[in-house]
């Protein structure tokens, strides 16, 4: 099976932002946490972020036909992108929404998730565990 796990702007600076938010793990520790626990269940895993809305429609559209599942983290992107939602939509791939913040609690603009009407789950709240417990249910489902 094989997975991409995809993150959007800013988290490449866990750690470092808004710890009351995001924790204190950083981005290196989350992929490291990500790919051993996949190695561990011989899950091929695939790691990718990036600042910039393009490249993530880029990832999304080459895991067409390659990947059994995507587990996505859009940051801010959740709340503005519909370029992100119909690149999901394009590739039909199973697909879980994880948010490490319990962004339900948060402001009012955080209320909306474009990705959400494409995503078979969502994970909120959960810190970087989040990411693990998704690709638990994609592995369920597979
Ligand atoms: C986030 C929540 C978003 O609102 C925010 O813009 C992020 C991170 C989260 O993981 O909690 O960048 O997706």
Redesign the pocket.
Known sequence: MKILVIN????NMLGIREPE??GRETYADLTEKIRTYCADKGIEVTVFQSNHEGALVDEIQKAYGIMDGIVI????Y??TSIAILDAVKSVGIPTVE????K?EE?EDF?QISYIRLACAKTI?GHGTDGYLEAIDYLIEGR
């Open positions: 959007g702007p800013n988290l938010h995001y983290n859009p940051g801010a959740t709340h994880v948010h490490i913040s962004v948060r955080r909120t």
